[in-house]
């Protein structure tokens, strides 16, 4: 009787759980993105800072299967790296997206192609290049994204693109160092895989059906504390079958080694070395130290004060504060709008100009405090209101300063963010 209720209530949570599964299988939709948005703050505002991104097609754009995009601009590697993650010794440069809805033909860093991990260094720059062609119709967000060897990917502003046409157009088509020519990538050899894959899981289910036969687990486990005869457990013809998939095991694998071998004598194998990328020449930069920071929750307001010296042989201002991919300008400086490039995701680029407290031109030699406001919803939107949870509630940006002739000298700002409650 106790055995039949047990039974009863297993069937009932079994039956629970795979009507569950059905449910999220049946309505759960397509993750398209925002991955960015699930990256803690003091990630995106004190690892990579991207600037001077620029897709090769404006936002929204329909982009034919086997159609092209190029993603180009500059990757900056923040001195003031949080210590809780790896730091970039190790990174490979990359695209993101919902899966490998884009394939990524070239990938190129400082005009170096960029197949291999490298290393970057703290507080500088790189260019960076990066080809991608359309694999999958539907709506994606497309990322520049640097891998961080024990951090995992970082992301860069992303952009909206519609893939149109059918998936079975797709081709990738290649040719080897021999001369042979592929047609397709996405299909070579998947025939070779089906047959290895299939040979595997037929061994593994006859060796599964043949214990299934058996008492499994509950009477084997009573056998066991009963002191039961070990030939009872595992027969003769138990031990003859093992032998015979373990032969047969190592002689597939053996034949395998042979015929791959001749089918493919050339070969190239998996590269492990990390490839020499140099970082570009440090710019000009303007000293700058932050002296306090404000995070206005109900307002949505950055605030930072900071003491910054003109060392320029020329006049500047300050045009524009950029952090987490959100762009602030300051539309007073002709330079700082122009360099804004159109195609730049609108979302990114908050419509209220930033505010800077004393924004004359600063002398050269000259020393000033600075306060700005950076106030939009996108700190919201974006989920940067959360670095209430950060480990450490901090600042982490980038300054450009613009002189006369249009000439940009670009500086960190670094500093402790506290969240204040105020209307």
């Known amino acids: ?61 329909d982009i034919p299967v086997n159609g092209e995009v190029e993603i180009t601009g500059t990757v900056h590697a923040f001195t003031y790296w949080p210590e809780q993650i790896s730091g970039p010794s190790t990174v490979y440069f990359n695209a993101a997206s919902a899966g490998a809805v884009f394939v990524k033909l070239e990938a190129w860093v400082n005009e170096k192609p960029a197949i291999q991990s490298f290393k970057m260094e703290l507080g500088r ?30 992301l860069g502003p992303g952009m909206w693109f519609n893939v149109t046409g059918d998936q079975n157009d797709f081709a990738l088509g290649v040719k080897t160092l021999t001369g042979r020519e592929i047609p397709n990538l996405a299909t070579w050899g998947v025939s070779r895989v089906i047959t290895w894959h299939t040979f595997w899981a037929v061994l593994a ?31 003769k013809g138990d031990r003859v079958l093992a032998a015979v998939l373990l032969v047969g095991t190592l002689g597939a694998c053996i ?64 045009g524009e504060f950029t952090s987490a991919g959100l762009r602030f300008i300051e539309k007073s400086v002709q330079a700082a709008v122009d360099n804004v490039d159109p195609g730049y995701p609108e979302e990114l680029l908050p419509g209220q100009a930033l505010k800077v407290s004393d924004n004359s031109p600063l002398a050269p030699g000259e020393t000033r405090v600075i306060t700005v406001e950076a106030t939009d919803a996108a700190w919201e939107t974006e989920r940067l209101s ?17 002189d006369e002739n249009g000439k940009r000298y670009m500086s960190e700002l670094f500093g402790t963010l506290i969240p204040i409650f105020k209307r």
């Open 1 to 61: 009787m106790k055995h039949t209720s047990l039974t009863k209530y297993v069937w009932q949570v079994l039956s629970v759980f795979l009507l569950m599964a059905s449910v999220g299988v049946i309505y759960s939709d397509v993750a398209r993105a925002h991955g960015e948005r699930n990256q803690e703050p003091f990630l995106r505002m004190r690892t990579f800072h991207w600037y001077d991104v620029k897709f090769s097609k404006p936002e929204g754009t």
């Open 125 to 154: 720059d790189y260019n960076f290049k990066v080809k991608l062609k359309a694999r999958w119709p539907g709506k994606w967000h497309v990322h520049p994204m640097v891998n961080v060897l024990h951090a995992g990917g970082l």
């Open 205 to 235: 289910l006859v060796w599964l059906i043949w214990w299934i036969k058996r008492p499994l687990l509950l009477p084997r486990w009573l056998m066991v504390h009963e002191e039961t005869n070990e030939d009872e457990l595992v027969t």
């Open 255 to 318: 034949a395998g080694y042979i015929v791959t071998e001749k089918t493919f004598p050339r070969t190239i194998t998996l590269q492990a070395g990390k490839a020499i990328i140099n970082p570009l020449p440090k710019p000009p930069a303007i000293p700058v130290d932050m002296s306090a920071g404000e995070y206005h929750i109900p307002g949505r307001t950055v605030i930072a004060k900071f003491k910054v010296t003109n060392t320029a042989d020329s006049p500047i201002q300050l």
């Open 386 to 402: 959360s670095l209430l949870k950060d480990p450490e509630s901090t600042l982490g940006a980038l300054l450009f300063f613009y």
